[in-house]
């Protein structure tokens, strides 16, 4: 359908003075001064739309969210071959005075996948998904984006997550991976084939094409791998995969509602509300209703709370700075949240650890229902027995059952309900 990207692609042009093809065809020099770390203009040419955030400062916050994507990286480094990593590694080393439309994008677009797994994602979202798409851009600059919004299809998204569920063991699904980054993906995969619409020529109505193919494949895959963790009664697996369905799919249905696609279209009229409807407009059952049934249960109580309370924006966790440290240290999915506590436990000590507590407890008191602050606290506790005033804990007797419930008896109870649910919620439709 379309090739495997090269990383050749995604790397930066080499900032010594050279000759290169720009947006229009012509050729243009870049010249080899570095711009200052701290220049907020990005120079554009007068028919480009406006840009959001100079590129410099952009790589400024993602190193400041994710400093270990710039320390030296081994060849065997899980970030070696990530082209966005390549990527903000080489800019941020060497900076061209300017950025065509497309090398700004493609800045945008490294910055957002790097970091939107992190304490504190960069603010690039309707870059990506609107404004860089503006009207009037010439054909060959939305191809040449639309190509790499094709070709990140085939990243490895995994390193720059931790958030990634699989397919049941033993399965032809065992090894694909679900993430937020496919969602992240949708946005900008939609945004492209609505932005192709205003062209006439052949060849954007190719890459619609292709667009609206890849859309397809990355939903069915969606589909059947929770379609594997229901059928091998994987209750905590479908509980992950629903909250990497429902966030992916609602994000789909944000773009499509941001660009206004015709309800004729077949963007909205295949891939629109898959996870609110289990029925398309002619009353037939879509993906064998497996993408409603997981937004359902990504909904429905457990103990009070819920993967969609569980699985929230993590605000309490944005001020311990020791959690931007390492790769290790990035938020989960909720509330299965006991791994990453003992990572917590293990890689920090002293104020870090300290603060990284109290942040966890703050949460505690905001979301009282919810359970995954107080899994990380379980886990800390078991490495470090003191580490909570015993005299606080008295007073809430909710946390203090909370932290005596062991790890798998958790998520026993929860694997449980999940498949309970899964019973019941095909009754809904």
Known sequence: MYARPQIAQFAPPRPETCTCVGSFGRKFARS?????????????RSNEPTRGIAPSL????????APYLFDALPSTSHFAESPPVLLVRALDRELPAELSHFEYFRLC???????CATPVPTDVDNQIRRKLWAPGLPLVTVLEMSQLVLDSHAWDFTALSNRASYGAAGSEWETAALSGHRGEWFTVASAAYAALGQYRANEAKQRRAQLLEAIAEETERHAQIFGSLWRANDGVGV?????SI????????????????PIADPLRLRFHKLTASAFDAERELRYMGRLWTAGELYKSLIDGS???LENHRHFALRKPRALRTSAALRVPLGPFFDAWGTQVATQLSGEDLSETIDALLHGCEKMPNTFAY????HAILGAHPDALDAQALAKNVRLRAMLATPQDEFERRWALAALGHLDEIPSRA
Request: proline share 2%; net charge positive; glycine share 6%.
């Open 246 to 261: 429902a966030h992916n799919f609602g994000d789909l249905d944000r773009v499509i509602e941001m660009w206004e696609v």
């Open 58 to 65: 952009l790589l400024s916050q993602v190193r400041g969210t």
């Open 109 to 115: 677009l490294a910055a957002h996948y790097l970091t």
């Open 32 to 44: 080899g001064r570095r711009r200052s770390r701290y220049t907020r203009r990005v120079p554009r």
């Open 306 to 308: 819920s993967m969609a």
């Open 239 to 243: 509980l992950r995969a629903s909250a």
């Open 374 to 377: 107080a899994r990380a606290l």
